[in-house]
């Protein structure tokens, strides 16, 4: 099996595997992967004028806000490539072997791992 390159501007999808419904149910072999982006700061803000930053966590410890959110999508969604290869640092960690992309159905765009995605 030749595995094709993926470059900057391709149209992706998630590979085959995730995609069947079976193999989502099925003893959780295949896992709906994360696409994740950093926090805006309106968020940081929003999240730090709510109730759920007041007190303390189980540690007695001020509690931090978010710095990483999970975008929504479909697994029948496509994606356009934004940058092919990057290690993006989300969180306290670089995260290596990403790909920037674009939800084409929603406009969001955010970081996912290579191996879940292949060309269209």
């Not at 390159?5 to 072999?29: H, M, Q, S, T, W």
């Not at 990483?68 to 290596?96: M, N, Q, W």
Request: overall charge positive; proline content about 7%.
């Amino acid at each position: 099996m030749t595995e094709t390159k993926i470059k900057k501007g391709d149209l992706v999808r998630l590979i085959e595997k995730i995609r069947e419904p079976a193999n989502l149910r099925g003893f959780r072999l295949y896992v709906k992967p994360c696409i994740e982006r950093a926090t805006t700061p309106e968020e940081v803000q929003s999240w730090r004028n709510s109730p759920a930053s007041k007190g303390l966590d189980s540690a007695g410890e001020s509690k931090l806000p978010p710095m990483i959110v999970d975008l929504e999508y479909d697994v029948h969604d496509t994606f356009t490539v934004l940058r092919a290869r990057c290690s993006p640092k989300l969180g306290y960690y670089k995260k290596p072997k990403r790909a920037q992309v674009m939800n084409n159905r929603t406009c969001e765009i955010g970081y996912i791992e290579r191996r879940y995605i292949e060309k269209v």
